[in-house]
């Protein structure tokens, strides 16, 4: 796996078809999809937040940024996204949904009846106002 440190206590990691990045000053974790999602996308995510989590309790929130739902790239992959979701969502404050897809409707209006954090959906290009939003300021 390649991830990395930079500067500001951040982790990017650029591996799989999940671009991703920790920002561990803020307790946010940032994920970018770019195709369809794997099984091995979501054990890259949980290998990045769960020391976090196990060292802090909790992620402050997660930003999802994608200007389309990629899907998944076979029935494996959807079960890994749910079992991540199942696994770790009791421990996520926020996630916002960064996209213009209707998907991002959908997520914002059927999630609470499935999961604990509070979801959000953003217009496209809105990452700091979700930023904001996860770190309770103005958003």
Avoid: C
Wanted: charged share 20%; hydrophobic share 45%.
């Amino acid at each position: 796996m390649g991830g990395r440190v930079e500067s500001r206590g951040t982790q990017v990691n650029h591996d799989g078809m999940i671009e991703h990045s920790l920002d561990a000053a803020h307790s946010i974790l940032h994920v970018r999809p770019r195709s369809a999602l794997r099984r091995d996308d979501f054990a890259q995510l949980a290998g990045t937040i769960d020391p976090y989590i196990e060292e802090n309790g909790h992620l402050a929130g997660i930003i999802v940024e994608t200007p389309s739902f990629p899907g998944w790239d076979g029935l494996g992959a959807m079960a890994a996204h749910f079992k991540f979701v199942r696994d770790h969502q009791k421990h996520i404050g926020k996630v916002a949904v960064v996209t213009d897809a209707v998907l991002g409707n959908l997520a914002e209006t059927v999630a609470p009846f499935f999961v604990s954090p509070t979801v959000r959906r953003f217009a496209a290009g809105e990452v700091e106002a979700a930023r904001r939003w996860i770190m309770d300021q103005t958003a």
